[in-house]
C-alpha cells in the first residue's frame, strides 16, 4: 500500500472539548474539503479530559480528504500563567514584574512541555521555559544561571 498524499497542514488554536463548525475551524477545514463535523466529533472525544483549556492542533489533511490530527501542549505561557495563578501577564515584562517561579516550577512547566520543544535536555527545556517567563513579565529563580548550571543542580 502507497503512502497517502498529503493535501495540506492546518494549524489552529482550539479549546479543549470545544471544536465546532463556527469559524476558525469550519472555514479552515472547509477550504480542504475536510468533513467538519467528523474532525469535531473526534476533536472533542480526544480532549474532553480537560474542557476549556486553549491547545494547538496540527491537522494533516490528505488528497482524499480524509484526516489526521496532533494535538500539542499549551503553550509555554498558558502553562506558566497557571502555575502561578496568572490571569494575565505583563503589559510591559520588562518593567512591571506580576510574580515569580521556583526552581521546582521551572522544572515542572519544562518537563511538561518537554514533548513539544526541540530541547535535547530538561536544563535547556527550563532555559526556554525561563525565557517564556520573563517575556510573560515573570522572574525566576533561573535568571542568570547557565544551561550547565542548572544541568547540575539536577543532577
Do not use: H
Not at 125 to 145: E, H, L, N, Y
Request: overall charge positive; aromatic content about 6%; proline content about 6%.
Amino acid at each position: 500500500m502507497a503512502a497517502k498524499e498529503i493535501k495540506g497542514y492546518i494549524k489552529l488554536q482550539i479549546n479543549w472539548g470545544q471544536a465546532n463548525p463556527a469559524p476558525p475551524v469550519g472555514p479552515a477545514l472547509g477550504q480542504y474539503g475536510v468533513p467538519i463535523q467528523e474532525f469535531t466529533q473526534k476533536f472533542n472525544e480526544q480532549t474532553k479530559d480537560k474542557m476549556g483549556v486553549k491547545l494547538p492542533v496540527v491537522i494533516t489533511v490528505y488528497e482524499d480528504r480524509t484526516f489526521d490530527f496532533i494535538v500539542k501542549q499549551p503553550p509555554m505561557s498558558t502553562l506558566i500563567k497557571a502555575k502561578l495563578n496568572l490571569k494575565k501577564g505583563s503589559g510591559v515584562p520588562q518593567k512591571e514584574k506580576v510574580g515569580n517561579m521556583t526552581f521546582d516550577q521551572v522544572k515542572e512547566v519544562a518537563t511538561e512541555k518537554m514533548p513539544d520543544l526541540n530541547a535535547t535536555c530538561i536544563a535547556g527545556a527550563m532555559k526556554i521555559a525561563q525565557g517564556t517567563a520573563r517575556a510573560t513579565g515573570v522572574t525566576t529563580d533561573i535568571d542568570g544561571m547557565t544551561k550547565e548550571e542548572i544541568a547540575a543542580k539536577l543532577a
